[in-house]
């Protein structure tokens, strides 16, 4: 396969694709009527959530267009595969340069590319796999522009279809994973209706930082950008830094006990082939990443018992459920892949959103939407106390 550019592409995304769908696991099973009531009541609870969203926390869109812009999609788990496909492809797109240009001045580079390209295919896939079973919703802030949608396979279809693109990008989309949310409502014993408005109010809480916060998407995407552009495409030096990582953690890697930065543990494969330019940048990414996931909670929690009549019990559930994790192959892939540090940002960006808020109100709390100078810093957002001082009054 090859890019837009026409040059060779890192991973062979229609492989990566095919892997996917071929490897994931079948959802729940419901018959067509019920299918069509979740996707049809996931819809309502989207746009109820919108309202609840923005009265809470006094956010609102920049503009009705922009918002309108950035779709709805309920998706099965191959839709949530295609989805992020089109959003890998347009964020690597520095490194897929970077590679072309180095691979002019290799003779072997079309024989070897290939071979990379398609073995990467395949290791892409069977981790979209994996994680296509796990994410409830999520908000594609790097999603292809438009059209995002196929044709559907049948005018019956029930769910939509995103594009692989590889148009440019575009302003974002929200996905609801359709099975998932099913199949943890009835692990969770909980009522459906109420635990997806709980759901939607999560995700859409992202939907709306997005859309009412004009500069959030390119800022985020000009730190991804410049932490791809540090990234080292030379397989040697990446390798000893892998050997000098695993060095650093006395041997504890085949444990998943091995210490990250400041003593805390590691997030995974990403971290250890890190350079250190990478690592400033990742720090302030995980500081913005915990304040949107935590705010997301702080807000679905704060509108839950208003229109959510069983949420302490969703609540509850979902906590034990978060603390639980899975079986022992289950810990061992979310550990490499960085998944607990994804649930520390929940953790970590709740505190610091309750505690400024206890402060200061959530208008004060809002103030943190100004401008990239008022996001919190790794530090603040464990000290929201600092952040109030520097920002909050």
Known sequence: MTSA?????????????????????????????????????????????????????????????????????????????RANVAGFRTVVQPLV???????????????????????????????????????????????????SLEAPD??????DKPRLGPEGPGPGRLLLVAPNIVHVERELDV????????????????????????????????????????????????????????????GSLPGLGGRGESGQPATGL????????????????????????GHADVVMDGVGPAVVPSVAEIREKFQQRRDRGANRLDLVLRRLL???????QYQDGAVFVRGVVERVGMEGFNRVWTSPNTLPTKEEIHDPAAWVARVGR
């Open 154 to 159: 049948s005018p019956a279809a029930l769910f």
């Open 191 to 250: 009522d459906p209706a109420d635990f997806r408005l709980w759901v939607c109010l999560h995700e859409e809480t992202h939907r709306t930082q997005f859309t009412a916060v004009p500069w959030l998407r390119d800022h985020i995407q000009s730190e991804v950008q410049s932490f791809l552009a540090e990234t080292d495409v030379d397989p040697g030096a990446l390798l000893d830094r892998l050997r000098d990582a695993v060095g650093s953690l006395g």
């Open 270 to 293: 990403l971290e250890i082939v890190q350079s250190p330019a990478q690592r400033e940048i990742l720090g302030r990414l995980t500081a913005v990443m915990s304040l949107l996931e």
């Open 97 to 147: 340069e970077k590679l072309q240009a180095r691979r002019a001045n290799s003779a072997t580079a079309g024989v070897l590319g290939t071979v990379g390209e398609k073995a990467t295919g395949i290791e892409v896939g069977a981790l979209l796999a994996f994680l296509s079973t796990k994410v409830l919703g999520q908000y594609e802030t790097f999603a292809p522009a438009e059209p």
């Open 338 to 344: 960085g998944m607990d540090a994804k649930l520390r």
């Open 5 to 81: 550019s026409g040059g060779a592409d890192m991973v062979d995304w229609n492989l990566a694709v095919a892997t996917a769908i071929r490897l994931v696991r079948p959802g729940p099973e419901v018959s067509r009527a019920e299918a069509a009531a979740v996707v049809a009541e996931l819809r309502r609870h989207a746009l109820e959530a919108e309202e609840h969203v923005r009265e809470f926390t006094g956010m609102r869109s920049s503009s009705l267009a922009e918002a309108a812009a950035t779709p709805v999609l309920i998706v099965d788990r191959p839709g949530w595969v």
